[in-house]
C-alpha cells in the first residue's frame, strides 16, 4: 500500500492515546459546499457522542469548487454553537485519518435509497481495510433528505435562492465563486 501524506491530520495532543475521554466519531465528507443536511447530521451526531469531528476531504479527484481551507472555514461558521463539534481536514485514507484521531467511529449520512449502495460498498471497503471501525448510518431530517451540494451547485448556477438549503454565508460565498469571471 502507498505510504500517505498524514501532516494536516495529526491528531492533536488532547485526542492522543489514552488522555482521550468519551467516545469521539469522525464525520468524513468533501462537503462542497455544506449544507443545512450536513448540518443537522452534525448536530444530531453532537447529542450522541462526546466529540465529533467533521473531517473535510482535500478530494482532488471530485473537483471540488471551493478549496479545502474554503471548506473547513465555511463548516467553522456554519457549526460555530453546536458544542462539542471540531472541524478538520484530511487527506489520504479514511480510516487512516480515524485511526490518527484515536477514534473507531464513522458517521455517515444517507439521504435516499440512492445513496445505498454507494455507502454501502464504502462502508464494507473500509471494513475491510481497518475492520475495528464501525460505521454508523444516520438519516438527515425529511426537510433535508433531498439536498445534495451537487444540487445546491447546480441550482445556484442557475441563480436560485438557497436560503432554505444552506446558510446565508455559503450562498454568499457560492454565488461569489460563480459569479461569472470568478
Same mark, same amino acid.
Given at each position: 500500500?502507498?505510504?500517505?501524506?498524514?501532516?494536516?491530520?495529526?491528531?492533536?495532543?488532547?485526542?492522543?492515546?489514552? /488522555?482521550?475521554?468519551?467516545?469521539?466519531?469522525?464525520?468524513?465528507?468533501?462537503?462542497?459546499?455544506?449544507?443545512?443536511?450536513?448540518?443537522?447530521?452534525?448536530?444530531?451526531?453532537?447529542?450522541?457522542?462526546?466529540?465529533?469531528?467533521v473531517a473535510v476531504a482535500h478530494s482532488k479527484s471530485k473537483g471540488t469548487l471551493f478549496s479545502v481551507g474554503e471548506r473547513v472555514e465555511l463548516l467553522k461558521r456554519s457549526t460555530?454553537?453546536?458544542?462539542?463539534?471540531?472541524?478538520?481536514?484530511?487527506?489520504?485514507?479514511?480510516?487512516?485519518?480515524?485511526?490518527?484521531?484515536?477514534?473507531?467511529?464513522?458517521?455517515?449520512?444517507?439521504?435516499?435509497? /440512492?445513496?445505498?449502495?454507494?455507502?454501502?460498498?464504502?462502508?464494507?471497503?473500509?471494513?475491510?481495510?481497518?475492520?475495528?471501525?464501525?460505521?454508523?448510518?444516520?438519516?438527515?431530517?425529511?426537510?433535508?433528505?433531498?439536498?445534495?451540494?451537487?444540487?445546491?451547485?447546480?441550482?445556484?448556477?442557475?441563480?436560485?435562492?438557497?436560503?432554505?438549503?444552506?446558510?446565508?454565508?455559503?450562498?454568499?460565498?457560492?454565488?461569489?465563486?460563480?459569479?461569472?469571471?470568478?
Amino acid at each position: 500500500m502507498p505510504k500517505i501524506s498524514i501532516a494536516s491530520q495529526k491528531p492533536s495532543a488532547k485526542r492522543r492515546g489514552a /488522555s482521550q475521554k468519551g467516545k469521539t466519531a469522525i464525520y468524513p465528507g468533501t462537503f462542497d459546499p455544506v449544507t443545512y443536511g450536513h448540518i443537522d447530521l452534525i448536530k444530531r451526531a453532537s447529542r450522541i457522542f462526546d466529540r465529533v469531528i467533521v473531517a473535510v476531504a482535500h478530494s482532488k479527484s471530485k473537483g471540488t469548487l471551493f478549496s479545502v481551507g474554503e471548506r473547513v472555514e465555511l463548516l467553522k461558521r456554519s457549526t460555530k454553537g453546536i458544542k462539542r463539534v471540531e472541524i478538520e481536514d484530511f487527506d489520504g485514507l479514511v480510516v487512516d485519518y480515524v485511526k490518527a484521531s484515536g477514534a473507531n467511529v464513522m458517521v455517515r449520512g444517507l439521504r435516499m435509497i /440512492s445513496d445505498f449502495e454507494y455507502e454501502f460498498q464504502m462502508a464494507l471497503t473500509n471494513r475491510k481495510l481497518a475492520g475495528d471501525i464501525e460505521t454508523i448510518f444516520m438519516m438527515p431530517h425529511e426537510d433535508y433528505s433531498y439536498v445534495s451540494s451537487k444540487l445546491i451547485k447546480e441550482t445556484a448556477a442557475l441563480g436560485a435562492s438557497l436560503g432554505n438549503f444552506i446558510p446565508k454565508e455559503v450562498e454568499a460565498a457560492l454565488k461569489k465563486k460563480l459569479k461569472p469571471g470568478f
